[in-house]
């Protein structure tokens, strides 16, 4: 399957104005995750998420049954200083056309330190797709942290922020 607004050699975007937006941004935005879920995305860490033995990329379309299982995450690209957090939201729940719950908690993974993702914190367990109507975008984004932090589980999946 070919993505657009992948380069075939490399998988990455090509951004018109690198020095302003990155490449990242502009995949998201193109799925309209930038600005729904998030303002914009740097480039300084990178990974990849497989689902069974489908790795997916921005924008490729699976099955409720294909992201029923907590995915891989392989931390590629990272600061060797940095703490990461990495979080999976559902922006369109209940519908995409009616997002009353928007961004709800998926997953989330704190103080994971360069590609040591399985050593993270996994603060808020998978807990796969919930039913819903339509088809829904499943984001999965990588924070730098400003620091080691204990962080709490939220009370509450839906609305998180």
Request: aromatic content about 10%; overall charge negative.
């Amino acid at each position: 399957m070919k993505n657009e607004g992948f380069r075939e050699d490399t998988e990455t975007a090509i951004s018109d104005y690198p020095d302003l937006i990155s490449d990242t941004t502009v995949i998201l935005a193109k799925e309209k995750v930038v600005p729904d879920v998030v303002n914009a995305c740097t480039d300084k860490a990178a990974f990849k998420a497989t689902f069974g033995d489908k790795m997916v990329r921005p924008g490729d379309v699976l099955s409720i049954n294909d992201i029923a299982a907590e995915p891989k995450i392989e931390i590629t690209k990272y600061s060797a200083s940095a703490i990461y957090s990495l979080l999976m939201l559902d922006p369109d729940m209940p519908s995409p056309h009616k997002p009353e719950y928007k961004d709800v908690l998926i997953w989330m993974v704190n103080n994971i330190k360069k590609n040591d993702f399985e050593a993270g914190d996994f603060t808020v367990e998978y807990s796969g797709p919930e039913p819903g109507k339509g088809q829904h975008r499943y984001v999965l984004l990588l924070f730098q942290q400003p620091s080691f932090q204990t962080i709490q589980a939220p009370t509450k999946r839906a609305n998180f922020q």
